[in-house]
């Protein structure tokens, strides 16, 4: 059974240009999860889905950012003209029907 | 506002003894707890929860304590071990409310010193 997995690991870009993070879930888990980290922080919460459906998002989710989930499968994350201030870590994380979320190795993106 | 907080930013410990990890809440309604620890670089994984039905969960070296009424938590780690030094990070969910998002804190460092 494999875990979350989540592509690409590193991402350097400049600002003013969109990036796509791509997270496969662990098999048949129906809800999946978006978060960001940065240093020192803990992960905050950006937006989740149950199979297909975006079922909450967080006001700190800018217009800029959109995430999918077609087919209740894989998931994307794109960050549109991105800024400096977009640059952290972005964990994918997802759970069958208990409670508990498996995250996997995190996106690190970093906006020059 | 912070509804999940983890007030100690670092812990030290000497090998084989206690840790003890921990959390506060602000939000009453939360009702299932997780506890992390993260690596640098690496997501964080998943060692122990807790519903708030329950006052204690323990699972091999970890234990969680749960105190409602103080919107407390806890986490002991016995015996500590050098490979348990990380980030740990405790995170709270109000699934009555129909919602399965978790809050995190802020995390604590923990140091086990051979």
């Known amino acids: 059974d494999t875990g979350v997995s989540q592509n690409p690991r590193h991402k350097i870009t400049k600002r003013g240009q969109n990036v796509t993070f791509r997270c496969d879930p662990i098999?048949?888990?129906?809800?999946l999860y978006w978060y960001r980290q940065t240093l020192g922080q803990g992960p905050e919460f950006l937006t989740y889905f149950q199979n297909e459906a975006q079922l909450e998002k967080s006001r700190l989710l800018s217009d800029r950012f959109s995430a999918e989930r077609p087919k209740g499968s894989f998931s994307t994350l794109e960050i549109q003209r991105t800024e400096q201030g977009d640059s952290a870590m972005y964990l994918c994380a997802s759970s069958a029907t208990g409670n508990t979320i498996y995250f996997g190795e995190g996106s690190w993106l970093t906006v020059v | 506002d912070q509804q999940v907080k983890q007030n100690s930013p670092s812990l030290s410990v000497q090998e084989g003894r206690i840790s003890i990890l921990n959390c506060d809440y602000t939000?009453?309604?939360?009702?299932?707890f997780l506890w992390y620890k993260k690596y640098p670089a690496e997501g964080p994984t998943f060692l122990i929860s807790?519903?708030?039905?329950?006052d204690k969960n323990e699972d091999g070296r970890f234990t969680v304590f749960l105190n409602k009424s103080a919107k407390h938590l806890s986490l002991h780690i016995v015996p500590s071990q050098p490979g348990d030094s990380a980030v740990y990070f405790c995170a709270a969910s109000d699934r009555g409310s129909g919602t399965y998002k978790y809050i995190f804190g802020t995390g604590t460092r923990l140091k086990v010193l051979a």
């Open positions: 939000n009453s309604m939360f009702d299932y």
């Open positions: 098999s048949e888990h129906n809800r």
């Open positions: 807790i519903s708030s039905i329950k």
